[in-house]
């Protein structure tokens, strides 16, 4: 990632901030400082949501265009809300609706975008590295709203923003992650930001679902593996239950959804466990979610539950991310460009 320049010098204060990035790629292209300060716009952010008019004049002249290459309900809508918000102008592009259903190439498609002014693309595709190319062919700002089986990182950042919201300091809480690891885009991104912020992680799954290489990468990067989920689940704060993709399985990676349901799911039972072993303990899942397969509806809808929250979040974060990446380097968030309330 390439960072923006300016031939104005930084003031003190803005010399201390994180430098301004060009492409938001992978959750690793961002430090500690960086990541903290997406966050706490966030929080900014998330008040525009309670006000009766939720429009900030930030991005004014701006446009953003979603390029969707798999189907999304909560990233694609949470990103055109979040610009709208912004007052950028958004455009939703669908692969289905695109060219590259009559056989056009990714890099024409984008080309062609980005041909006509745009400021920035995000951009969700079923390869993994697709973001990262994209980045290599045009001058507007990319954002990986979801590569293939690699990464999604604003989805990190807003699981991240929801856990601090209920619990605090992430520093020494313990997350496990659970379910299909080896189909999930969320991992790695939530490995590395959770990691970041000083959490302690344990991923849980059955041997099948395992990527292959974990057990190196976990002894390099400090996170825990674990084929019991009965064993984890007392010591955790933060259950993360991921769906299960079928739609991306090939093969008999476990024998039936009941035998699945009964070794990993996040059972009625399972969740009376979670919660007598930490009352405060939370749920959280990146969604969709499939009821019944690795999460019970008494758990999905439970108290503990953050997953509506993590919706609710995820407008807050990329109205962040965009901030960040599109807005002058003077202008703060819920003021106008001379400086008063918007």
């Given at each position: 990632?390439?960072?923006?320049?300016?031939?104005?010098?930084?003031?003190?204060?803005?010399?201390?901030?994180?430098?301004?990035?060009?492409?938001?790629?992978?959750?690793?292209?961002?430090?500690?400082?960086?990541?903290?300060?997406?966050?706490?716009?966030?929080?900014?952010?998330?008040?525009?949501?309670?006000?009766?008019?939720?429009?900030?004049?930030?991005?004014?002249?701006?446009?953003?265009?979603?390029?969707?290459?798999?189907?999304?309900?909560?990233?694609?809508?949470?990103?055109?809300?979040?610009?709208?918000?912004?007052?950028?102008?958004?455009?939703?592009?669908?692969?289905?609706?695109?060219?590259?259903?009559?056989?056009?190439?990714?890099?024409?498609?984008?080309?062609?975008?980005?041909?006509?002014?745009?400021?920035?693309?995000?951009?969700?595709?079923?390869?993994?590295?697709?973001?990262?190319?994209?980045?290599?062919?045009?001058?507007?700002?990319?954002?990986?709203?979801?590569?293939?089986?690699?990464?999604?990182?604003?989805?990190?950042?807003?699981?991240?923003?929801?856990?601090?919201?209920?619990?605090?300091?992430?520093?020494?809480?313990?997350?496990?992650?659970?379910?299909?690891?080896?189909?999930?885009?969320?991992?790695?991104?939530?490995?590395?930001?959770?990691?970041?912020?000083?959490?302690?992680?344990?991923?849980?799954?059955?041997?099948?679902?395992?990527?292959?290489?974990?057990?190196?990468?976990?002894?390099?990067?400090?996170?825990?593996?674990?084929?019991?989920?009965?064993?984890?689940?007392?010591?955790v704060d933060v259950v993360m239950m991921l769906r299960v993709q079928r739609?991306?399985?090939?093969?008999?990676?476990?024998?039936?959804?009941?035998?699945?349901?009964?070794?990993?799911?996040?059972?009625?039972?399972?969740?009376?466990?979670?919660?007598?072993?930490?009352?405060?303990?939370?749920?959280?899942?990146?969604?969709?979610?499939?009821?019944?397969?690795?999460?019970?509806?008494?758990?999905?809808?439970?108290?503990?539950?953050?997953?509506?929250?993590?919706?609710?979040?995820?407008?807050?974060?990329?109205?962040?991310?965009?901030?960040?990446?599109?807005?002058?380097?003077?202008?703060?968030?819920?003021?106008?460009?001379?400086?008063?309330?918007?």
């Amino acid at each position: 990632m390439t960072t923006a320049t300016t031939a104005v010098a930084p003031t003190p204060e803005a010399a201390t901030r994180p430098r301004r990035r060009r492409h938001l790629l992978s959750s690793a292209d961002l430090s500690l400082p960086e990541i903290r300060e997406i966050l706490d716009t966030a929080a900014e952010m998330h008040e525009v949501q309670r006000r009766d008019v939720k429009k900030l004049p930030t991005l004014r002249g701006r446009t953003v265009v979603n390029l969707f290459f798999e189907d999304s309900t909560r990233t694609r809508s949470s990103f055109e809300i979040a610009g709208k918000w912004l007052s950028a102008d958004v455009i939703n592009v669908s692969g289905k609706g695109s060219s590259t259903s009559k056989g056009e190439s990714l890099r024409d498609t984008v080309l062609t975008v980005a041909a006509m002014g745009v400021d920035a693309l995000v951009i969700r595709h079923g390869a993994s590295g697709a973001a990262h190319q994209v980045s290599q062919w045009v001058d507007a700002h990319v954002v990986n709203a979801g590569d293939g089986m690699h990464e999604h990182p604003t989805q990190a950042l807003l699981d991240a923003y929801t856990m601090e919201r209920r619990l605090g300091s992430l520093e020494g809480r313990h997350v496990a992650i659970v379910g299909d690891l080896t189909h999930s885009r969320v991992v790695r991104s939530n490995l590395i930001t959770l990691g970041r912020l000083g959490a302690r992680v344990t991923l849980v799954a059955p041997p099948t679902l395992m990527p292959a290489g974990i057990g190196a990468w976990s002894q390099s990067d400090g996170f825990a593996l674990s084929h019991d989920l009965d064993e984890v689940l007392p010591g955790v704060d933060v259950v993360m239950m991921l769906r299960v993709q079928r739609e991306r399985m090939s093969g008999g990676f476990f024998p039936t959804p009941r035998e699945y349901t009964v070794g990993y799911g996040l059972t009625r039972d399972r969740l009376r466990t979670l919660v007598a072993a930490n009352p405060e303990a939370v749920i959280c899942h990146p969604g969709p979610m499939n009821r019944g397969l690795e999460i019970a509806a008494d758990a999905a809808d439970a108290a503990q539950s953050l997953i509506l929250e993590q919706v609710s979040a995820g407008v807050a974060v990329r109205m962040s991310v965009l901030y960040h990446l599109l807005a002058g380097s003077d202008e703060r968030p819920g003021h106008d460009h001379e400086g008063g309330e918007s």
